[in-house]
């Protein structure tokens, strides 16, 4: 059941979703993270962020509604004391979700984690509403779009996988606005 996704192998397609799998290492006693093709991690800020205050989430009759506000531990943090637990895991790819308010502070997290070992790709969070600044407001803007992309494109030592948000117009304009900026990558 092997797959190859953005150049990296998988031992199959089942991929822990960001913002439902927290950091990955607290679900190690609940699901067998070598049996999973990997993760992706909760969205990682330059700083730690407290994320917005309760109510978070709140029952609805279609479902629910969340805001959980990307709360995190920061990029140090993340590397210090939440990747090295996950390298006794290496057939699970380890994917990072990126965040940051602005172009450089995506960046900046980037570079950081270029330093870390354990890390298979990156995948850029442009996709959150519920921030004040960066996420969607770089995912909905094709030209912010392509701009953080290439430069992000630049910086990473890793693939990157662009998470897109579904609230725009056209999903399809912006993944060839996303798989189009900047240099391309032999994977």
Known sequence: MKVSLAGLELANPVIA?????????????????????????KGISMEPMAGHAAPRIIQTAAGMLNAIGLQNVGVEEFISRKLPPLRRYPRCNVIVNVFGSTVGE??????RLNQATGISAYELNVSCPNVHAGGMAFGSDPSSL????????????????????????????MARIAAEAGPTRSA
Do not use: C, D, Q, W
């Not at 190690?28 to 999973?36: G, S």
């Not at 995506?106 to 570079?111: G, L, N, P, T």
């Open 146 to 173: 392509e701009y953080l992309v290439a430069r992000a494109k630049t910086a990473s030592a890793r693939p990157l996988i662009v998470k897109l948000s579904p609230n725009v117009t056209s999903i399809a304009h």
């Open 106 to 111: 995506y960046i900046a997290v980037i570079e």
């Open 17 to 41: 979703a960001s913002g439902t799998f927290g950091y990955g290492i607290e679900f190690e006693e609940i699901v067998h993270l070598e049996r999973i093709g990997g993760l992706v991690t």
